[in-house]
């Protein structure tokens, strides 16, 4: 009898004691926390251990470039429901701040990866069909095929013209060569009847 006594008097001390120690906490999150999600869901959802007072709850959601991604929290029993406004790709946070029943503050928060769902920032387009435009047309200019085709047969009439000219600067040489050595063999000849001349004196 007295252990049945002691048994019942230690699970009535207990019992009552695990509701008042328990705080609120949160015990799971769609999407959960770390994840990485490629498409927007329509809403962020967390699952707390004990119903969240509506008053005393205070949840958001920021993006990057800490964009405020969240509307007015609904909340059902133990569950509070976010709308999701993703802003683009990237990490968001969820963050939660609440009072437990026993007036213990409660806060922390999800973080998850949006690897998909809206596009790249518009502006980054234009600049790189800008810095496109300029490279292409440079290349299109610089890219000068007649140049090079026009120096190409340029060069080589140019190759042609220097032989001529060497070769009809040959020929003149020749004629003035065979003219000094006619007018040699004429003074040779005329030295040689002078001599003649002179012997037959």
Request: hydrophobic content about 40%; proline content about 10%.
């Amino acid at each position: 009898m007295p252990v049945v006594l002691g048994v019942a008097f230690g699970v009535s001390f207990l019992v009552p004691a695990t509701p008042a120690a328990a705080h609120n906490e949160l015990t799971g999150s769609n999407p959960r926390d770390g994840a990485r999600v490629a498409s927007a869901p329509a809403r962020v959802e967390l699952r707390f251990l004990a119903k969240p007072s509506p008053t005393t709850t205070k949840i958001t959601i920021t993006g990057p470039d800490n964009v405020v991604a969240g509307g007015t929290p609904a909340f059902d029993g133990s569950r509070v429901r976010v709308p999701f406004k993703p802003a683009a790709a990237g990490l968001y946070i969820v963050g939660y701040q609440l009072t437990s029943s026993d007036g213990h503050p409660v806060k922390g928060e999800v973080r998850f990866t949006l690897t998909a769902g809206t596009a790249a920032d518009p502006s980054a387009s234009p600049s790189a069909a800008a810095s496109a435009s300029p490279t292409g047309s440079p290349s299109a200019v610089g890219v000068p095929p007649a140049g090079p085709a026009s120096a190409t047969p340029g060069s080589s009439t140019a190759s042609t013209v220097p032989a001529a000219s060497e070769q009809s600067d040959s020929g003149g040489r020749w004629w003035i060569w065979a003219l000094g050595g006619l007018l040699l063999l004429a003074a040779l000849g005329a030295g040689l009847v002078f001599r003649r001349r002179r012997g037959a004196q």
